[in-house]
């Protein structure tokens, strides 16, 4: 039998249906239950010449029982083609091809419509038996069953344009947590499949449904719902409403940088030369603090004083509420982070990471800078950072297998001689109290002009932000005291008074705390 026969009747099916229904809706949902019906029961039929008059006595029954009001009930059709030509058989190959678009339409349905569609069509069981198997309402599963109709239809004919192209995005967190990335790695590798990844982005700026989100995703609802129930259970989307869901994070895109290219500088511009002059007479001063250099270049410790002055000024005179970070399902406070940013536009913002190494016997932590053009590589775990304290206070690691791989990831470098060398540069906790008042002391006249336009630029940066996200845009918008600096330094190495890093080069310091 030719396997598209059913559909070349679609229109003729639905001429039929406006025969024996009084309005353009009824005569829709006839039809659709026609050939829904149809196509369920195609396998009985084995001769391709008795085709005709067999659907022409299916159709005659299915309207029967549609005028007197028994569609709600599923129908046991007596056709008037002879028995013989109907028999129950295992489906061929070329007939499951005919089944195939029925089963991806239905597959395409929420749970709630598809499991009631199953039941029906498939297992042949009446809205009653339906409601008592599924523990609902009779009305519930006949309301379901007419909703699963009108989407079969309408609704899962064709996929969204934007179905099988999938996003690709960063996920990360910042916060608190105790992760070592093997036996626990960071809770963002739980979401990080493709599809899960696009689950996300299309549901950042507004809630989905199932449904909406299988055909933007362009895959059947069940792997959506699949994957939404992890994302609900690892704290990644929300329910703002009953069967709707939405990112509960933050997602970079072009339009945050693109805000901050049109206004960042100009926001600046009044008190630009200040801060400069300041930053110079900062470069000159924190100079001739006798601490651990690394060999870095003079350039390079520009732009380490500068973050790290702006850092400290943030601590002490931000006055941006920074709402504390929730506690998660794991019992540590952090929040998940997206990127997906093309590299078009510069989002103003320092990227911070810091080890505080309180979990150890050791002294030191570890910050890393992402900064104009400084490689943002990760922070060192706490025995690393205790295997460089070591070689900086008596040129040998106490943990060979922790300055291993220390070692391995640049942290270390053993010399020609067999001299071991930290390659991050080091203030005890006396060298940069010193740092700080130098800090305070040249900054300190710039504060309220410098705290005005800050708090002047988040006002508006803020608006770009999903509104259920407004702890979170709180907390990257507070972020800005510091992170202004980003704009200085690109506007220093505009004007030539700052030389661009070298391509590879690190931000990163080691700081005494106890």
Known sequence: MDKSIIAEYTDKVYAYA????????????????????????????????????WLWSLASNVAKMFRRGMGKQRAMYVYDAPYEFIEDDVLSDSDEELYALLREKIAMLARIYRDIVILYYYDGLSTKQIAEQLKIPEGTVTWRLSEARR?????????????????KMKIDIYGEGDYNGTSKPFPSEYINDALSQNILYYCYEKPHNIEELSKLCGVPAYYIEDRINNLVKRCAVIQPVKGKYQTDFIIWTDKYGKYCEENAENALMPIMDKL???????????????????DKKANELKFLYGV?????????????????????????????IGYMESGKYHRTGIGHQCCSNHGTDGTFRHDVYAVNGFVFRDMMYDTYINACEDILNSGKAKDEESAANAIKSGYIIRRENGELFVTVPSFTKEQKAKFNEITNDIFYPLIPEYSEIVKSFVSGYKKLFPKHLEDDAQRMCAGFFTGFYDTVSNYCVKKGILQKPAEGSICDVLIQFK
């Open 18 to 53: 406006v025969s024996k229904t009084f309005s353009n809706d009824e005569a829709e949902e006839l039809s659709q239950e026609i050939l829904l019906t149809a196509i369920s029961e195609l396998s009985k039929l084995r001769d391709e010449s008795r085709f005709e008059p």
């Open 276 to 294: 400069i002059s300041a930053l110079e007479e900062l470069y000159q001063k924190a100079d001739k603090i006798d601490f651990y250099r690394a």
């Open 151 to 167: 989407k079969l239809k309408k609704e899962c004919v064709k996929m969204n344009e934007t179905a099988l192209r999938p996003i």
């Open 308 to 336: 790290m002055a702006f850092d400290y000024l943030s601590f002490k005179y931000s006055n941006i509420e920074h709402p504390g970070r929730p506690i998660n399902y794991d019992g540590n406070k952090w929040r998940y």
